[in-house]
């Protein structure tokens, strides 16, 4: 792996994400539109990044479709619309992040997590690998949900929808402005929830085998970052060092 791979170097990814909370807090605070348009445009690099290093033809068709999308949502003085896509970005990407692993021949995301974070050897433990397998896909499948019930949200709401913005009538009318709500905060609480009822069923599941406390487990995973950085960025298992 090349030293400028920023799967070893997980501090400049915390910088760059630093400068794009800062654009998004200051969007949100100042209420101007193109601080709005330019923290879509950041995530939208931050989340292709990877793939655009790599030159792969289909992140930058993606990346020119969404730079595009945010010069007309910008023209149109649509800026908020811009900013209301944020979260379907954040789960489509990691649903893909998560659903790559799945192919043959790859190591599914969270058996990289359990061999970066513990040992390898835990995936030999009995019901480990299959169980992190299916977690993966579980994973994939809840991002995937959410990012298309966004989608819909913000395409057919009715005051402040895409469609509607544009004076278009959505095929079906989403009222109110609670969707708001949950688009930025409520969408996020189901990915805590998923992880806390997940963690419980984990310890039932697999109660024949010992699991580590949450504050442990915390403590393992701030330890460990930067070796759960390189699994996840890696196409293959990265072996668990000290």
């Known amino acids: 792996m090349p030293p ?6 997980p501090g400049r990814g915390t910088i760059a994400f630093a400068v794009y909370a800062v654009v998004l807090f200051a969007a949100f605070a100042s209420g101007r539109a193109w601080l709005e348009e330019l923290a879509a445009l950041m995530l939208v690099s931050l989340l292709l990044w990877p793939a655009l290093r790599r030159r792969s033809a289909i992140a930058g068709a993606l990346w020119a479709v969404a730079a595009l999308g945010v010069a007309l949502l910008a023209l149109t003085g649509r800026g908020e619309v811009a900013l209301d896509f944020m979260p379907v970005m954040v789960n489509a990407a990691l649903c893909v992040l998560f659903a790559r692993t799945l192919a043959r021949g790859s190591e599914p995301l969270i058996a990289r997590v359990i061999a970066a974070l513990e040992t390898p050897a835990r995936l030999r433990l009995p019901g480990v690998a299959a169980y992190a397998r299916g977690l993966t896909f579980a994973w994939a499948l809840l991002l995937a949900l959410q990012a298309t019930l966004l989608t819909l949200l913000i395409v057919c709401a009715v005051p402040g929808g895409l469609l509607a ?9 989403i009222t109110g402005r609670g969707w708001r709500w949950y688009l930025h905060l409520g969408s996020y609480t189901v990915v805590l929830a998923f992880i806390v009822l997940e963690y419980a069923w ?10 580590a406390p949450l504050p442990v487990f915390v403590a393992m995973l701030a330890r460990r970052w930067p070796a759960l950085v390189r699994s996840v960025m890696s196409d293959g298992p990265v072996r668990s060092g000290p």
């Open 4 to 9: 400028s791979d920023p799967a070893r170097h």
């Open 165 to 173: 913005s544009f004076g278009i009538a959505p095929p079906f009318e």
């Open 202 to 211: 984990r310890r039932w599941y697999l109660r024949h085998i010992p699991h």
